[in-house]
């Protein structure tokens, strides 16, 4: 068994346990190596971009998942078929580049873009809305790009359910809503941890969404990070 297992051992250690390794070292020294908390003291200084991406990663998070239950509910009660089909429609942007999925909603959401052109066109509007470079832009961009990370294990999940409960609560007076709350929410509730998880965590650190879509006045801790990166050692203090 320890054989077996072996590859994944390694595997682990060279990207989970070595990056953070890394991670922690350059957190604790100084451009010359040496050990120092100045680093940690620092971060009160980004308290607005700490802030700021904790809530857009949370507002992105309750919207993906308000989105995608329903949606993963939807797909179970479907043919074996379609539901093979819905689930390839959702992985479909997953095999893009997450760059042009996230490029494309400038197209979209510009002046020039689809929605304030089709607007202008029937009349709703006489010059163009600011959509692009707003919040609104960004949480929207992080709902499209992680919206299929809720979507997976809450299907996965609930594609799994023993109908026999469902069943069994309607045979016991449970109405739709009393069925939902005592039967299919609590089994399900693995899969909404696990894709509240896969969401806020890229969520809270993303740096493209937010310099495409938000601008450069929103700055979120991603940003924040990429910056000190690129700039080089001597803006690191």
């Known amino acids: 068994n320890k054989l077996v297992a072996s590859p994944y051992i390694v595997w682990s250690a060279i ?5 953070l390794v890394i991670m922690f070292y350059f957190a604790l020294t100084d451009n010359n190596g040496v050990f120092t908390l ?14 700021i991406s904790i ?4 507002v992105s998070t309750v919207i ?16 074996i078929s379609s539901q093979r089909m819905l689930f390839m429609i959702v992985m ?26 089709f607007l202008q066109k029937i009349g709703l509007i006489d010059k163009p809305i600011k959509l692009l470079l707003t919040p609104g832009a960004v949480i929207l961009g992080m709902v499209y790009d992680y919206i299929p990370y809720m979507i997976l294990p ?7 359910l023993d109908k ?21 929410f609590p089994l399900t509730k693995p899969g909404v941890i696990s894709g509240i998880t896969m969401v806020f965590v890229p969520s809270v650190s993303t740096f493209y969404i937010s310099q495409k879509l938000g601008g450069t006045k929103t700055m979120l801790i ?10 080089g050692p001597e803006h690191y203090n």
């Open 164 to 184: 026999s409960l469902l069943e069994a609560a309607e045979d016991l007076g449970s109405n739709s809503f009393t069925k939902f709350k005592r039967v299919i």
């Open 222 to 231: 991603g940003d924040t990070i990429e910056y000190f990166f690129n700039s």
């Open 38 to 51: 100045a680093n940690i003291t620092a971060i009160g200084k980004y308290k607005k971009a700490f802030g």
């Open 92 to 117: 479909i942007p997953m095999w893009m580049n997450f760059l042009i999925r996230t490029y494309s909603w400038i197209t979209i959401l510009s002046n020039t873009g689809l929605i304030n052109t």
């Open 55 to 58: 809530l857009y990663a949370a």
């Open 64 to 79: 993906t998942l308000l989105l995608a239950y329903p949606m993963a509910y939807f797909m179970t009660k479907l043919k």
């Open 15 to 19: 990207f989970i346990i070595v990056p």
């Open 154 to 160: 809450i299907y996965s999940v609930m594609s799994k």
